[in-house]
């Protein structure tokens, strides 16, 4: 599909901003694994102090590198499959947003005014421009998917007995939990905190904040995996040589995700007090329910893979496996994509650990929860975001791949350091190695009388694990900054693979529709977060002033001797 | 009606099994083993440190996570006592984590926390912040040293 120079320009903007802060956000992970394994035994260095760049990692890698490629991704696919572009203004007034909103945060963080980590609980207080620069980014968000909405409203006036497509349905429903998930924390940093951080407010009630904030926390990382599921089902089949096995269970799926992704979010907040057991247990046993459509995606995706397999000559029960495109450089996309599938199951299996309420006694705030995100996000969620920011930044610029055989071993690479970065930080955390803490002033220093000696080995394999971690992101930068200082090679397009579907399956209306999904999402949210917000309320006593970072006096206290 | 493929079904069944499986385990366990925190609705009286023995086999700690330590920082306790600990902020979140024990709690502040823990081996077991607090986050520890009582 050819598009016009405007919104190329948009899709470029927006892959290319995220990623360049990508490199603070690649390089502070390194330097975590350092500090962590006892290597540096210091507050900063280069003048960027511990804490201060664990904010800037995850707000970068996990805030504003997810939340642009999705919007990105999402242009391009609704504009690919409805063969028409998005509304102009609105493309361009999402991205100022959410650029602005970057940039006010970016000062906050850089400054050293916001180490307050990327959930920001209160009483820490950061610069209000932190908190007004993230409810920007996230605003600016929401744009496209009411433009998209109209796309399809319109849409399917004159297609209403054709199935919605699949990539557009995910994109749909995507946006549709982000807004509603959104709505929460966006109260929590405009209502709750921002005046609280300029001093119009004297006390926070730090429950409710913190059960606002995970009521979006929780979604937030659906909303991370969601694209690359959309590119399990719809990309990966294709470009394996094969076909979807089963069209209806990606929908399916997909509305088990709209129904099941919000209600979770207490199970961040089980060892939290007020919150009531009942309240906690409930919400750990619909975590459970969200796990089904992820069961359902492993076995349809594995199906289609094995029906490429066999087209390609694959004999016996696993013979599949070894007859798919690996390493080859003209279908890399493959293996960004299945190298996130496989990390997906070790991710999987540790979420579902985490999901159980006696077992988070165990794992808590230790490193057992960076080892198991790391197979999340930094799986699946980021190889799909860095292969297809190289294949979309590609195919529209008309650039060939620079370096496309270091391209496609980037994923293994970088594999290969989660599996070693994530086996030492999970054994780590079940021998109660904390999380978000500079172990190498203390814990890790042989000097220090609290160094433990257990976590020598552990923080080890984090290390060198990152060590490889960060090569593959550096070849990565390589490839894709590359890509864009080549020549043009040809005229560029807007084009997406798209699988077929294996099995001919009519159109069911009730997974064409999202009316009854969105009621029933409605009341499910409503019976599991009424009663964790009247705890929160209820169970709670004062409000809480203003700390930073670096002072145990809160802040109005200093404010009021130093008039 | 929607024809599932035999695959399909079986794959459903074992998907089902499986979170039942989980899902029994959850309900059966709770309140066996290491349960969640209790729910305690909000009092100035927990936001004193202390120590008080109810009697010999029986404590209560009141304890207070503040930037960047606990209070008390070194509790005594004999070989075979129970403690319930009451847990509360002075200031920011903090963690409090016996590891050993899987007592695993947020300091809140305006909120108070409570887990019960036996205690039936002699030793030092610390308890370690693990949620970020500011700049001394990596310092903030303390013991519970559990002991055979003195003759």
Redesign the interface.
Known sequence: MQISRSFKRLIYWELGIPITLLTIGIYHGLMQTVYRAGVLSQASFAHLDYYQGLTLHGVINAIVLTTFFAVAFGHATIAFYFKKEPNKNLGWLSFWLMTVGTALAAWAMLSGKASVLYTFYPPLKAHPFFYLGAALLIVGSWVPLFDWAKMYVNWKKENAQVKTPLAVLGTLVNFTIWFVCTLAVAYEVLVLLLPWAMGWKATVNVTLARTLFWFFGHALVYFWLLPAYIMFYTILPKISGGKLFSDLAGRVALFLFLLFSIPVGVHHQFSDPSISKGIKLFQGLLTYGVAIPSFITAFTIAASLEYAGRKRGAKGLLGFFGKLPYLDSNVYLFAYLICGLFLFIFGGLTGLVNASAQLNNVVHNTAWLPGHFHMTVAGPVFLAIIGMSTYLYSTISGKKVFLPRINVIIPYLWTIGILIFSTGLSWGGLLGEPRRTNLGMTYLNPKSQLFTPEWVPTTLLGLVGGIIMFVAGLLFFIVFFGTILRKKDHEGVLELPVSEALHDEPRIALFDKFKPWLVTMGVILVLAYTPALMNALKNTGPGAPRFTPDNPVPAEIISSTRK | M?KI?K??KK?VVI?GIV?AM??F???Y??NK????????????VYTEPKVTKLDEKTYQVYAVA???QFQPSQIYIPVGSDVDFY??SA???H?F?I??K?????A??????KATVKFDKPGVY?I????????G???M?AEVIVNYPTK
């Open positions: 929607v493929d695959t399909e794959v998907t979170l989980f899902i385990s959850i309900l366990a709770r083993y290491s349960d969640l925190p209790a729910c305690i609705p909000y009092d100035k503040r930037m960047w847990l509360t200031d920011v979140v963690g984590n590891s050993e899987n007592i695993n709690m947020m809140v502040f305006g909120n108070i926390n610390k370690t912040c693990h949620e970020y607090c500011g700049l986050h990596q310092a520890q």
